[in-house]
């Protein structure tokens, strides 16, 4: 049997990435939600979070530990959080159809991730 999988990363725009991964979730072909996350964006400080398309903001950035980002994260954990989030989806993808809106940017912005 082919497993479909549907696909939506929310970016947002930081000081050093245009496109940086804020929320990555996935639905099976049940709409059953089989992750979804929120990331510390990668590269650093967030300019825009494009709430009117993305439905993220300050808060939920600042919830996952971005507000702190300067005093309290050191560049090893937000790696270490987003190569954990990145083999979550990894599995969750194996041997899977992947099919979203603009799946291609949403795979770009997971490539781009550390």
Known sequence: MVNYMAIDCEMVET???????????IVDH?????????????GGYVVD???????ITKEIIDQKGQGL???HFSLYK????????LERVR??????????????TDLDSLRECP
Do not use: C, M
């Not at 979070?49 to 439905?55: A, L």
């Not at 599995?91 to 291609?104: E, F, S």
């Open 15 to 25: 000081i050093g990435v245009r496109n940086s991964l804020a929320r990555v979730s």
């Open 30 to 42: 049940h709409a059953n939600v089989v992750l979804d996350e929120f990331v510390i964006p990668p």
């Open 49 to 55: 979070y494009r709430t009117r398309y993305s439905g």
């Open 69 to 71: 980002f300067f005093l």
């Open 78 to 85: 937000i790696i270490q959080e987003l190569s954990s989030a």
């Open 91 to 104: 599995q969750v993808l194996k041997d899977a159809v992947v099919i979203g809106h603009t799946v291609n």
